[in-house]
T-cell receptor, first 116, second 111 residues
Framework: GAVVSQHPSWVICKSGTSVKIECRSLDFQATTMFWYRQFPKQSLMLMAT?????????EQGVEKDKFLINHASLTLSTLTVTSAHPEDSSFYIC????????????FGPGTRLTVT | AQSVSQHNHHVILSEAASLELGCNYS??????LFWYVQYPGQHLQLLLK??????LVKGIKGFEAEFIKSKFSFNLRKPSVQWSDTAEYFCAAINAGKSTFGDGTTLTVKP
């Protein structure tokens, strides 16, 4: 149980375009989902926390208008990288927490974004 | 601000050797501590966690960790590593919904 999927697993886009990444909890409802960014050989940096039905809470230094997060249902959260630039190239990972278990996080496999 | 530091960036061991990976956190209040593992090409998986109670926590695959409050440490241990333990290991602290990860330790186990 507690499986989280991400789609796509990798994507290449041109500079200036937008890319949407989906995060789904497959066998449980996730009231809270987290989005992380991981640079090569570095740790996960929390970008934002999203709660179903409300606005996401962004970490300091993360541009809200650039990284749009929508958590429209208890099983789906999306991250849209708008007007992507090469420096946005990274590994994006989501995690999800079941209701009442805010400290438990189940991680998705990640999405490799390359902006050319 | 909450922070997590992992002392060892890259550890190389032979099979059957004992393992200890250091993790220190900085936060004065209640904090929940985790160790995650990321095998090559796979996603993060939970090894073990500490919320409260017995400071010696046992996790999957023979791993354990000890929470020492006075040292703000949560070191990961395994008495005898296997080649299949080759992976990236992350220590994390979660408090009030905020997650902070260490930089990770790459463990390479030589057969």
């Amino acid at each position: 149980g507690a499986v989280v999927s991400q789609h796509p697993s990798w994507v290449i886009c041109k500079s200036g375009t937008s890319v949407k990444i989906e995060c789904r909890s497959l066998d449980f409802q996730a009231t809270t989902m987290f989005w992380y960014r991981q640079f090569p050989k570095q740790s996960l940096m929390l970008m934002a926390t999203s709660n179903e039905g409300s606005k996401a809470t962004y970490e300091q230094g993360v541009e809200k208008d650039k990284f749009l997060i929508n958590h429209a249902s208890l099983t789906l959260s999306t991250l849209t990288v708008t007007s992507a630039h090469p420096e946005d190239s990274s590994f994006y990972i989501c995690s999800a927490s079941p209701p009442g278990q805010s400290y438990e996080q189940y991680f998705g496999p990640g999405t490799r974004l390359t902006v050319t | 601000a909450q922070s997590v530091s992992q002392h060892n960036h890259h550890v190389i061991l032979s099979e059957a050797a004992s393992l200890e990976l250091g993790c220190n956190y900085s936060y004065g209040g209640t904090v929940n501590l985790f160790w995650y593992v990321q095998y090559p090409g796979q996603h993060l998986q939970l090894l073990l966690k500490y919320f409260s109670g017995d400071p010696l926590v046992k996790g999957i695959k023979g791993f354990e960790a000890e929470f020492i409050k006075s040292k703000f440490s949560f070191n990961l241990r395994k008495p005898s590593v296997q080649w299949s333990d080759t992976a990236e290991y992350f220590c994390a602290a979660i408090n009030a919904g905020k997650s902070t990860f260490g930089d990770g330790t790459t463990l390479t186990v030589k057969p």
